[in-house]
């Protein structure tokens, strides 16, 4: 799985943000430049059409920055794309997911065409906790685009297995 995008994580009562990537099962790389709540960012993630293997991910903090990096996966699949709001895992399981309010999203493509209701095998997930209550939950999507909202039931035993 080749992916990039923003990590939101709290170092004691102190908000870190940050851009980064990952070919995984290889660990997350940061792209080292600060990302503030707020930020308009776009993110991409391009296979090279003659080498499936080979891949351009960018991340860009519009008008602040821009980076970009080449990375290899041997046997990528191409099999999917995910445009996501997400709770970050570590060794021990799913972390528990930050009041993120809303998440707006735009220009969500794939294969150079906007998503819409109607894209073939589109699939809307809400995320949800152990407990079934949903965490987050995702608007309708039109022209490419939607939204995101953070569930305040996360309140009550937030955060993914083993957290209860």
């Known amino acids: 799985m080749e992916q990039t995008g923003t990590l939101a994580e709290c170092n004691g009562t102190t908000a870190e943000y940050y851009g980064w990537y990952e070919m995984y099962p290889d660990p997350m790389y940061t792209?080292?430049?600060?990302?503030?709540?707020?930020?308009?960012?776009?993110?991409?993630?391009?296979?090279?059409?003659?080498?499936?293997?080979?891949?351009?991910?960018?991340?860009?903090?519009?008008?602040?920055?821009?980076?970009?990096?080449?990375?290899?996966?041997?046997?990528a699949e191409l099999g999917s794309a995910e445009v996501i709001t997400e709770a970050p895992s570590s060794g021990v399981g799913v972390l528990p997911l930050a009041d993120f309010g809303v998440a707006d999203y735009s220009e969500a493509m794939v294969n150079d065409g906007l998503l819409t209701s109607s894209t073939s095998g589109i699939e809307s997930i809400t995320m949800v906790n152990s407990r079934g209550q949903a965490e987050s939950t995702p608007s309708a999507i039109s022209d490419g685009a939607f939204s995101d909202t953070w569930s305040a039931t996360s309140r009550h035993g937030r955060g993914g297995p083993g957290f209860f």
């Open 31 to 75: 792209f080292g430049r600060t990302v503030s709540p707020g930020d308009v960012l776009t993110a991409t993630v391009v296979s090279d059409g003659t080498d499936t293997d080979t891949f351009t991910l960018t991340l860009s903090d519009v008008g602040k920055w821009t980076d970009r990096t080449m990375q290899t996966l041997a046997g």
